[in-house]
Nanobody
């Protein structure tokens, strides 16, 4: 089993920044593809971004590209989501996810790829 615990959410003004963290335990972290999803009220859950095992490859949704950055520390077993230039439409519950797979790219934007999910952390961006 894998436990994922997010932190760092909160309330921020539009244009501001936040950094989310996700601490993983229970299985070899460096073998996992890690990612972030989000879900706003009354909306479908959507892919935000993902990072491969080494941290050298990342993918982002078009809506966050250029504003959000995913990174990981395989010593600390932690993945980060740095969010800059935040907009009110970024308001959502953000979920950390993990997949133990040899294929980083395949289905990376679909929630079915990911075996493990955190409990979520709320991000609210005020206008």
């Amino acid at each position: 089993q894998v436990q994922l615990v997010e932190s760092g959410g909160g309330l921020v003004q539009a244009g501001g920044s936040l950094r989310l963290s996700c601490a993983a335990s229970g299985r070899t972290f460096s073998s996992a593809v890690m990612g972030w999803f989000r879900q706003a009220p009354r909306k479908e859950r959507e892919f935000v971004g993902a990072i491969n095992w080494s941290g050298r490859s990342t993918l982002y949704a078009d809506s966050v590209k250029g504003r959000f950055t995913i990174s990981r520390d395989n010593i600390k077993n932690t993945v980060y989501l740095e969010m800059n230039s935040l907009k009110p439409e970024d308001t959502a519950v953000y979920y950390c996810v993990a997949a133990y797979t040899s294929d980083f790219i395949r289905s990376v934007e679909t929630d079915k790829k990911y075996d493990y999910w955190g409990q979520g952390t709320q991000v609210t961006v005020s206008s």
